[in-house]
T-cell receptor, first 117, second 115 residues
Framework: AQSVAQPEDQVNVAEGNPLTVKCTYS??????LFWYVQYPNRGLQFLLK??????LVKGSYGFEAEFNKSQTSFHLKKPSALVSDSALYFC???????????????FGSGTRLQVQP | GAGVSQSPSNKVTEKGKDVELRCDPI?????LYWYRQSLGQGLEFLIY????????KSGLPSDRFSAERTGGSVSTLTIQRTQQEDSAVYLC?????????????FGDGTRLSIL
C-alpha cells in the first residue's frame, strides 16, 4: 500500500540544538515528497519538496530535508532550532490511488515540534 | 488576492442545520482541494476540482457533503443536516495543476463547531 508515516507524535529539542523530524514513505515509482508546517489556527505552509535531483533539499526558514531512496525516508532537519519553530509538521507524498486510479496527496499524521528556550 | 482565502473563519451552528463554507483560490490555479482536519490531527481528503474535469468526490464522507466550483474559481463546500462529528477545521488548498510537482497552497481554514 502507498503511504507515508511520521513515527514520532512529538519531538522536543532545546533552542540552538539541531532538530530532525522523521518521515518514511511507501510508493511505487519515483516519489513526490513535501514538507509542510502548521502554526496554531493557521493553514499549512509549504516548506520544501523533493521531486528529482539532489538528495539534499533546502527550503524555507533554514529547513532542509534529505531524500534517502534506499531507506525510503525524507527526514526534515535544521542545524539550529528556534523557539519560533515550535509547530506541527506534516510530511506528504503523492500516491496513485488503487480504488480510483487517480493521484492524491497523502499526509502523515503530523509531528509536534517543541523547542524549549 | 495573494493567497487562498476562506470564509467564515469560524462557524458555530446547531445540529441539523446546513452550513456553507467558501474558498477563494489563488488566481490562475486550476486545481482546488478540500480537506478536513480534526483536533490538530492529520488531513482527510474530501474532494478536488481540476479545471473543467469532473471533480473527484471520492473522499466525501456522506451524501450530506457536497461541493461545487463556479466559473473555475470560487468553491463552496456544503454540509447538510450537520452532525456533531462534522465539527472540525475545513481546509481549502489550490495549486497550478492537480497533484503536480508544485505545492498546494492552503487557506487558514474554517473552524466548524456543531452544538
Amino acid at each position: 500500500a502507498q503511504s507515508v508515516a511520521q513515527p514520532e507524535d512529538q519531538v522536543n529539542v532545546a533552542e540552538g540544538n539541531p532538530l530532525t523530524v522523521k518521515c518514511t514513505y511507501s510508493v511505487s515509482g519515483n516519489p513526490y515528497l513535501f514538507w509542510y508546517v502548521q502554526y496554531p489556527n493557521r493553514g499549512l505552509q509549504f516548506l520544501l519538496k523533493y521531486i528529482t535531483g539532489d538528495n539534499l533539499v533546502k527550503g524555507s526558514y533554514g529547513f532542509e530535508a534529505e531524500f534517502n531512496k534506499s531507506q525510503t525516508s525524507f527526514h526534515l532537519k535544521k542545524p539550529s532550532a528556534l523557539v519560533s519553530d515550535s509547530a506541527l509538521y506534516f510530511c506528504a507524498v503523492r500516491v496513485l490511488r488503487m480504488d480510483t486510479g487517480r493521484r492524491a496527496l497523502t499526509f502523515g499524521s503530523g509531528t509536534r515540534l517543541q523547542v524549549q528556550p | 488576492g495573494a493567497g487562498v482565502s476562506q470564509s467564515p473563519s469560524n462557524k458555530v451552528t446547531e445540529k441539523g442545520k446546513d452550513v456553507e463554507l467558501r474558498c477563494d483560490p489563488i488566481s490562475g490555479h486550476t486545481a482546488l482541494y478540500w480537506y478536513r482536519q480534526s483536533l490538530g490531527q492529520g488531513l482527510e481528503f474530501l474532494i478536488y476540482f481540476q479545471g473543467n474535469s469532473a471533480p473527484d468526490k471520492s473522499g466525501l464522507p456522506s451524501d450530506r457533503f457536497s461541493a461545487e466550483r463556479t466559473g473555475g474559481s470560487v468553491s463552496t463546500l456544503t454540509i447538510q443536516r450537520t452532525q456533531q462529528e462534522d465539527s472540525a477545521v475545513y481546509l481549502c488548498a489550490s495549486s497550478q495543476v492537480v497533484f503536480g510537482n508544485q505545492p498546494q497552497h492552503f487557506g487558514d481554514g474554517t473552524r466548524l463547531s456543531i452544538l
